[in-house]
């Protein structure tokens, strides 16, 4: 069954570098997206992206964070000056615009430790 | 603004039907429901999803009221590896999670 990977599973940094977190979505899917869970709460919405540009942003969804789709398969998520409250899981997810819903493959997530 | 009402916690035992409930009496026309679930730290995995009529597939069974104001999700035969959080969410674009239930199939 074909899956969403993200790499790597887990990153440690230090407060004010830039991270890029990796994913590779589902090959026919295209809308993709990125959301984030802090430690004991709830899945966040960061961001959605389809045709090459972002769709939707959360609030989250700041100056300090920027996605990008490289080449055909990839689909990426910086945070360019990382801060201690962005530890967290970031998850990846897919779907499929053809189906007409919100069916959402998600990845397995990377843990972002943020020292 | 939560969408959804569902239970903090349940129980269910090992083999036996498991029943979630989930409230959601302001959904609007076009919103479907969604049932997602996150085991431990995991990603959240898609179980089922409906606009008004009962649907089933492999892992479970969506009942929606002929109102819409409500849903049950059902496990039909619950086993320890179905432990987790589970998430019903009414959206017609985007999927927003709430705190959900966290069921403990005990065995």
């Known amino acids: 069954e074909p899956e969403v990977t993200q790499t790597p599973s887990h990153q440690v940094t230090q407060m004010g570098q830039e991270v890029i977190l990796r994913c590779v979505p589902i090959?026919?899917?295209?809308?993709f997206y990125w959301y984030r869970q802090i430690l004991g709460q709830k899945v966040e919405f960061l961001v959605s992206f389809y045709n090459n540009e972002i769709s939707e942003k959360s609030e989250i969804f700041d100056d300090q964070f920027s996605v990008e789709r490289p080449d055909g398969s990839n689909f990426t998520l910086k945070i360019r000056s990382t801060k201690l409250e962005d530890s967290a899981m970031y998850f990846c997810?897919?779907?499929?615009?053809?189906?007409?819903?919100?069916?959402?493959?998600f990845g397995s997530g990377t843990q972002l430790s943020v020292l | 603004d939560a969408k959804t009402t569902q239970p903090t916690s349940m129980d269910c035992a090992e083999g036996r039907a498991a029943n979630l409930p989930c409230n959601h009496s302001t959904i609007s026309g076009n919103e479907y429901v969604y049932w997602y679930r996150q085991i431990h730290s995991q990603g959240p995995q898609y179980i089922i999803h409906?606009?008004?009529n009962n649907e089933t597939n492999e892992m479970a069974s969506l009942i929606i009221t002929e109102d819409r104001k409500s849903s049950t999700l059902i496990l039909p035969h619950a086993t320890l590896r179905d432990t987790a959080v589970y998430y019903c969410i009414v959206s017609d674009y985007k999927l927003s999670f709430g705190a959900g239930t966290t069921v403990t199939v005990r065995a």
């Open positions: 997810a897919s779907s499929d615009p053809g189906t007409g819903d919100e069916k959402l493959f």
């Open positions: 409906g606009l008004k």
């Open positions: 090959s026919n899917h295209l809308y």
